[in-house]
């Protein structure tokens, strides 16, 4: 058609009697041609149109059959749930991401992941930056809604840069439309005021509580936790804590930063029903008059770690001579240089029988100060030391060394020792006979005369300083006494001193 349409052109050209007659003709051809082209492309879209039809309709056919259609909804939500939590350890705001993500794959998924509360129970990471818009309020309040009727972590943060221009009371206003659902809460806030919000009896499912802020003055307007009936942890970084409206005497594990050593041992006096503790604060500059403070016994306290403030000049005596504390299993104490007091410190050690694992961490304390621990620990089981420099020598690896003609044996049941950067002021010689004392094997207990009236060791390890290389700057006797030991079972590595 369009090569008879140009030979019609050129003959026509050649017959016209004028260019001006030829020009005429071919407008009209164009006009004619570009109609063709119109209405073509017309009948193409149409075309197309139908294509795409059929094309939607064979889409959701294949949908309608696809595999993941005849599933159950139950059996989706577990492979909803699934995807969630597949990577543990993936940040919180991912998760929350990826739920997102599935409620917009398609209509199916968007309605059995809205009518799924489980899904939506994440922690949500509220750090606002500026006060928060209605807009953003809303979509945390139907976040919120859509975890009902499960119990939910929540957290704000409002971090120190922020706090002068950062209005947190919207927010909290928001969670606390569904404080009775609360299981955790995690707050950092300038002033507590925001917290008076939470109405009074509505933390009926609350477990967990951290809280940070430096305010002083606040603390009794936020009396809705003091009926969190099923509180039983806290993790308070604040001043003046003690103060705080709380149900102390329900609670069985805290950890306070407080810069008061006195606040937190008015903290832990409260707590009757004490199971884990962890205290840091700084030394009491003076010493505190104690002598009117009756004595405090926690039954069941089994752990407590107080680290003291490094570098500060101070006494920390007062922590713990009025305390008794008859389960202590564990006791790890952060010192900071601090003069020890041997006497204070055995007397709360006779009054706290039964700890099996004691650690000191950047201590002075001397020979002299831990024979004297020592002799009053008879359940101890694992001794470990940190950067007490000067608290090893030979007098010590003696104590420890068993005799039969001893009567009376000191810390009988150590098994472990973990010495790290505690120098080298002892002698190899000591060393192998204090481990020799306490080692046997099962094959021996045999030929012994009578029963040890000791434990043996079970594991030792001794890194005198900076020297990672085992066995290091040791003579060769020792280290062969070191192969021989290992030979047989024990666990035992020593380090030289660089």
């Known amino acids: 058609m369009q090569t008879e349409q140009a030979l019609d052109v050129a003959t026509l050209y050649t017959q016209l009697p004028s260019a001006g007659a030829f020009e005429t003709h071919a407008k009209a051809l164009i006009d004619i041609a570009e109609a063709n082209i119109t209405r073509i492309e017309s009948q193409i879209r149409d075309l197309e149109r139908l294509r795409d039809r059929e094309r939607g309709i064979v889409a959701h056919l294949r949908m309608a059959i696809a595999p993941i259609k005849k599933l159950p909804a139950e059996l989706l939500v577990e492979i909803f749930l699934l995807v969630r939590d597949s990577y543990p350890d993936l940040p919180e705001k991912n998760r929350i991401r990826r739920t997102q993500e599935l409620s917009h794959v398609c209509a199916f998924w968007r ?26 309020l809303a979509g945390i309040q139907q976040w ?23 209005d947190a009371q919207p927010l909290v206003d928001t969670l606390a439309t569904v ?32 809280l940070c802020s430096p305010d002083m003055e606040s603390h009794s307007k936020v009396p809705a936790f003091l009926t969190a009936e099923h509180l039983h942890s806290i993790c308070l970084d604040t001043v003046r804590t003690s103060k705080f409206l709380l149900p102390w005497s329900q609670l069985s594990y805290i950890t306070i930063t407080d810069p008061d050593p006195m606040e937190c041992l008015e903290v832990l006096v409260q707590c009757a029903t004490l199971e884990h503790a962890v205290f ?67 007397q709360f050690l006779l009054r706290s029988p039964n700890i099996e694992c004691l650690a000191i961490t950047r201590s002075i304390l001397d020979p002299n100060n831990l024979l004297a621990a020592l002799r009053h620990a008879p359940s101890l089981i694992t001794l470990e030391l940190y950067s007490c420099s000067e608290c090893i ?38 060393l192998d006979a204090m481990i020799q004392s306490r080692w046997w094997t099962d094959a021996q207990i045999p030929s012994l005369t009578s029963l040890p009236q000791v434990s043996r060791w079970s594991s030792i390890m001794i890194r005198c300083g900076e020297v990672d290389e085992l066995d290091s700057e040791f003579s060769s006797w020792f280290a062969g006494k070191l192969e021989e030991y290992r030979s047989q079972g024990l666990d035992v590595q020593v380090h030289g001193y660089s």
């Open 111 to 136: 309605s059995v992941a809205l009518t799924t509360p489980q899904l939506w129970t994440d922690k949500l990471w509220n750090t606002p930056k500026t006060t928060p818009t209605a807009s953003s």
């Open 144 to 166: 919120l809604d859509r975890s009902a009727p499960f119990h939910i972590p929540v957290y704000f943060c409002i971090e120190q840069l922020f706090w002068g221009t950062v």
């Open 179 to 210: 404080a009775r659902r609360w299981k955790t809460a995690d707050f950092t806030v300038f002033s507590l005021d925001v917290l008076s919000a939470i109405p009074v009896g509505s933390l009926q499912s609350l477990e967990e509580l951290d």
């Open 280 to 346: 840091c604060t700084e030394l009491w500059k003076h010493p505190p008059d104690m002598s009117q403070r009756p004595m405090t016994t926690l039954n069941r306290l089994s752990f407590i770690t107080v680290e003291f403030d490094d570098g500060a000049q101070g006494i920390y005596a007062p922590f713990i001579t009025r305390l008794a504390l008859p389960s202590l299993n564990t006791l790890d104490l952060v010192p900071s240089d601090s003069p020890w007091p041997s006497t204070e410190f055995s």
């Open 393 to 430: 020598d030979d007098s010590i690896l003696v104590a420890l060394q068993y005799s039969l003609s001893d009567t009376i044996h000191i810390a009988p049941k150590l098994q472990c020792l973990r010495w790290t950067y505690t120098g080298n002021n002892f002698s190899e010689e000591a």
